[in-house]
Nanobody
Framework: QVQVAESGGGSVQAGGSLKLSCKHS????????LGWYRERELVASITLAG??EYTDSVKGRFTISRDIAKSTLYLQMNNLKPEDSATYYC????????WGQGTQVTVSS
């Protein structure tokens, strides 16, 4: 059973930054694209090779990365906007598992 544990959320003012982390147990031995979801909307993804994709609303502001050795996925969020407020989840894009608890991000104007 794959497990994920998201952390790093919080409350910030517009223009601020947060870095989310996701400790996971997805296999590193099979091609696996991982992603960050805002509620259930995929906002960023990264392949095992390191290729990234972003939804238009976060391009230029969010950066997804992964530390394979630490089985950890990250999302650096800069220039945050109130519309970024949501619970953020990580999951596999190519083979989704059960959702974790997520981490709450609140951006005030």
């Amino acid at each position: 059973q794959v497990q994920v544990a998201e952390s790093g959320g919080g409350s910030v003012q517009a223009g601020g930054s947060l870095k989310l982390s996701c400790k996971h147990s997805f296999s590193i031995h099979t091609p696996n694209t991982l992603g960050w979801y805002r509620e259930r909307e995929l906002v960023a993804s990264i392949t095992l090779a390191g290729s990234t994709e972003y939804t238009d609303s976060v391009k230029g502001r969010f950066t997804i990365s992964r530390d394979i050795a630490k089985s950890t996925l990250y999302l650096q969020m800069n220039n945050l906007k109130p519309e970024d407020s949501a619970t953020y989840y990580c999951n596999s894009v190519s083979a989704p598992s059960d959702w974790g608890q997520g981490t709450q991000v609140t951006v005030s104007s």
